[in-house]
């Protein structure tokens, strides 16, 4: 029970352990859960709900003893509600609902109660006080579920800790990252609102295009920020559609800013006529991010290549530059949150 790697799993090999012991048909009930945590005494929850149990599983020592419905009848169910809400044996051999074809024994482990387990007797007695092999197993499967409970939290905390963490980080970059182009932004609009009479065309010219690119800069780290933040809360919807990739590819290229001005991209397909099912708005980013870091990782000159190809049954999109490439020690690296070239971090490059 404890290497198993499923509540079910743990249920089953409790049932068959019994089926073993005893020669007799196992009903195992597990505790409903609410609010994703198992109800587990016999007071109410916080919600003032009382335990409930969900449908039994069968575990039938052979296909005749399954044949009596009334081991499921809504008395024999009524028994072990008593042994979950209680916390002790309920049915036959007790006088708790003794005229009970089961005897119902709750699956728990101190004041907590994860399911019952019911003991079919088919006109025979047995007593099971002083048992304390079954106690002992009926206890190992509590344990065993509450391990896996406890190892689900454990899960969902650190989940939650990547989330601050990465949260955290978003933060860290949009407080140094907004910095830069904002401060340019301001002191451009401030110089031309002041002195705008005073500068020649090309100057005026210059700073337009300035704001302008750093306008271009802001907007690009913002949407990376929202998908982050979309993806990471398992948030972002896509929008499937058929699309013509080579408008997709030149969508991405035309808004390349002016920086990549000092380089020579290319666009080579095998068909410029090749529909793919795509979300256009992401695939779009996804190359527009690629194709930066190609421009600031590369010499003024390089060449950069976007192409595509069909690949059985799919399209394979790449983009490749002509640049000195990303040194060995760091390609495990790539995918890494927050992680740029050169031993720094993505508060200088949110793209990467």
Known sequence: MQRASSREEIRSALAEQLKKLLGRTVIIYPAASGAGEDIASSRVDRTGRQPMLEDPRIFPISEESVSDKGALSRKERDAAL????????????????????????????EARVYGVAAILHMGQSY???????????????????????????????????????????ILRTISHDLRTPLTSIYGNASNLLSNESVLDADTRRQMYEDIYDDALWLTGLVEN??????????????????ELVSEVVQEAVKRLDRKAEGHVISVVSDDDFVFARMDARLVVQVLINLLTNAVKYTPEGSHITVRTAKDGDRLRISVEDDGPGIPDEEKNKVFDMFYSGGGGDARRDPDT
């Open 225 to 242: 920020l929202l998908y982050i933040t979309r993806i990471e809360d398992k948030r972002l919807d896509l929008e499937l559609r058929d």
């Open 82 to 109: 008593w042994a979950l809400r209680h916390n002790g044996f309920a049915g036959r051999g007790t006088s708790i609902y003794p005229e009970a074809l089961c005897t119902y024994l709750p699956i728990s482990v």
């Open 127 to 169: 007593d099971l006080d002083d048992d304390g092999v079954i106690l002992s197993l009926l206890g190992e499967c509590a344990m065993a579920i509450e391990n896996l409970e406890n190892q689900r939290k454990k899960e969902a905390a650190d989940v939650r800790a990547r989330n601050e963490e990465l949260r955290a980080n």
